[in-house]
Each structure stands twice: as structure tokens, then as C-alpha cells.
């Protein structure tokens, strides 16, 4: 089993800064991919960023200049630095790890349980 737990969501103002973290449990090897998504009511989850394990990241245009994804492959941890956040930012927010390699066996994803951000004055 791989469980993820996010931390770090909150109520923040326009223009300020949130750090999500997210910790991976199990007997973990190796994650090839870890990402954050976010999911407002009504709407389809959709990526915000990626980072593979040699450290490459990838984002959604709407994040690029704002957020950066970081990771430590020992701890397997993976964060998201969000500064210059938006109303438009609002959403629940979770953490993905994709390729899993445990000592029980292979794991193609795992979410975590999200933890809500909320951009507003």
C-alpha cells in the first residue's frame, strides 16, 4: 500500500504565497512521477504540475512564472511553491504519484486525500 498525505492549503489573499507538501508512505523504491492537480466544484481535475524523478518538471500554462514543483526523491516528498496566486487558483488540490515501485509490488498511480486552497480577499 502507498499512501500520500498533502499539508500546506489555506486561505490566502491575492497576490500571496502557499507551499503545498506532499509525503509518500510504504515501502517505496522508486516513484518515476509525482504531480500536484487541482479541481474546482463543477469542474474536471486537471494538472497543475509535474516533476519525473531525475527532477524535470512540467506545468499548466495557466501556473507557468507563478508555481514551481520541486521534489526529494529520499524523503519522497514532493512540493509546490504557489506565489503571485489568483481567485482563479481556488480549487482542492492533489498530490499523484505515478509509477510506484514498492518491495509488495508495482502501483501504476496513488492520490492523496487534497487539501483545499482558496485565493480571496
Known amino acids: 500500500q502507498v499512501q500520500l498525505v498533502e499539508s500546506g492549503g489555506g486561505l490566502v489573499q491575492p497576490g500571496g504565497s502557499l507551499r503545498l507538501s506532499c509525503a509518500a508512505s510504504?515501502?517505496?523504491?522508486?516513484?518515476?512521477?509525482m504531480g500536484w492537480y487541482h479541481q474546482a466544484p463543477g469542474n474536471q481535475r486537471e494538472l497543475v504540475a509535474s516533476i519525473t524523478s531525475d527532477g524535470s518538471p512540467n506545468y499548466a500554462d495557466s501556473v507557468k512564472g507563478r508555481f514551481t514543483i520541486s521534489r526529494d526523491n529520499v524523503k519522497n516528498t514532493v512540493y509546490l511553491q504557489m506565489n503571485s496566486l489568483k481567485p482563479e487558483d481556488t480549487a482542492a488540490y492533489y498530490c499523484s504519484a505515478d509509477g510506484i515501485y514498492t518491495s509488495d509490488g508495482y502501483f501504476r498511480r496513488s492520490w492523496g486525500q487534497g487539501t483545499q486552497v482558496t485565493v480571496s480577499s
Open positions: 510504504g515501502s517505496i523504491r522508486r516513484i518515476n512521477v
